[in-house]
């Protein structure tokens, strides 16, 4: 059976969405529970730790530029560098390093 | 726009700038895998303005380009994209339980990693105009990546696509960073995440879980233990804040 692209693009478009409006939509209220409360509060911590690492290491053309931008962007971080600041020099050393290594 | 949402979506716009650059230098690689899919530019478009989900969009391709039904897509969104559930449950305790309901389809639209991590830093109530802000720059690159990977494929040299990338993960660490700094069991938390993951990236058997599930799991795992041991009270909040 021949599939219709659109509908493809409609239905990953569609199940994503019900998947990020669903909890903003339904949970309206403060949630009282302490632990779920705290639980919700740790969550974006952990999810992007989890995903910043291993990842930023095979993000780049080699191991070693990767971990020079997580090490740079950990220490701008630490001693109160702006998100555009961190962003744009973790950037920055990449590509320097790239430029050199490669 | 009234003035405290206006200066709202302008700080948005600016942090916004680096997530679009990455944004634009990642869907470039999307756009090809659209492109093999046998997507046009249009359809791309279309895809990535919609879904604005990488993994989930890299995947969906993929069962465009095998022909699987479109069942096996739901499911396959379901899967991969389900961490911006816990996202979304997250986010929902950071808007004032007032706020209009169309702010909040709106705003779900624009859940990414990186909008969602953004937003999270604000220590209190969040302004949707500040999400705003950063949706309006970073869909359109996004969206446009996508477009010119189909149209002209990477045009873009290696050592400006890798750079780019890393800037996401950057932004990652100014947002997880500063209040590790601040909090000892946030600290803790960060480390043994950033273990955990890669654990469970490198060991056998495990490391064959993708990493949507792997991100899901551990982020239930680590902050379930964490809520139980470490109960949060309103004060520490402003605090780690």
Redesign the interface.
């Known amino acids: 059976m021949q ?1 219709n ?5 409609a ?3 569609g ?3 019900l ?7 339904l ?5 009282k529970n ?23 290491l095979d ?3 080699s191991v070693w ?2 971990a020079a ?2 090490i ?3 220490l ?3 001693y ?13 050393v ?2 320097v390093l ?2 050199f290594l ?1 | 726009m009234n003035k405290e949402n206006a200066v709202w979506f302008r700080r948005g716009m ?2 916004g ?2 997530i679009a ?2 944004y634009f230098a990642v869907s470039f690689t999307l756009g090809i895998a659209a492109k093999q899919a ?2 046009h530019a249009v ?1 791309g478009a ?2 990535s303005a ?4 990488s993994a ?2 890299f995947a ?1 391709f993929t ?2 380009a095998t ?1 699987a ?2 069942v096996e ?2 499911v396959m ?2 899967v991969i ?13 950071k ?1 004032d ?1 007032d706020l209009p ?1 169309f702010h ?2 709106i ?3 624009g ?1 990414t ?1 990186e909008i ?3 937003a ?2 604000i220590p209190d109530k969040l302004n949707p105009f500040y999400n705003y802000g950063m949706m309006v720059l970073s869909i359109p690159g996004w969206t446009l990546g996508t477009v010119l990977g189909i149209v002209v494929g990477n045009i873009l040299p ?3 696509v ?20 601040k909090n000892r069991v ?1 600290a803790g ?2 480390a043994v ?2 273990a ?3 654990a469970m ?2 060991l056998p058997v495990l490391s064959g879980i993708s ?1 949507g599930i ?2 899901i799991i ?2 239930v795992v ?3 233990i ?3 041991l ?3 009270s309103e004060e520490d ?1 402003t605090h780690a804040a």
């Open positions: 599939h692209p659109y509908i493809y693009i239905v990953m478009a199940v994503t969405y998947i990020r409006v669903l909890p903003l939509t949970i309206r209220k403060e949630i302490k632990t779920i409360r705290s639980f919700l509060y740790y969550v974006p911590y952990v999810t992007l730790a989890v995903m910043t690492f291993p990842a930023i993000a780049t053309g530029s990767g931008a997580l740079t962007g950990i701008l971080a630490w109160g560098s702006s998100l555009f600041q961190v962003a744009v020099i973790s950037c920055a990449v590509f790239e430029w490669c | 600016k942090n700038m680096p650059l990455g046998g997507l359809q279309l895809a919609t879904t604005l989900a989930g969009q969906g069962v465009i022909g039904t479109y897509m739901a969104m379901l994209n389900a961490r911006y559930l816990l996202m979304s449950c997250s986010l929902s305790q808007l339980p309901f909040r389809l705003l779900s639209w859940i990693d969602f991590g953004v999270s830093s290696i050592h400006v890798n750079a780019l990338g890393v800037g996401l993960y950057g932004m990652f660490l100014a947002i997880i960073i500063p209040p590790a700094r946030i938390l960060v995440s950033m955990a993951s890669f990236a490198k990493s792997r991100t551990l982020t680590i902050a379930g964490a809520a139980v470490f109960p949060v909040k």
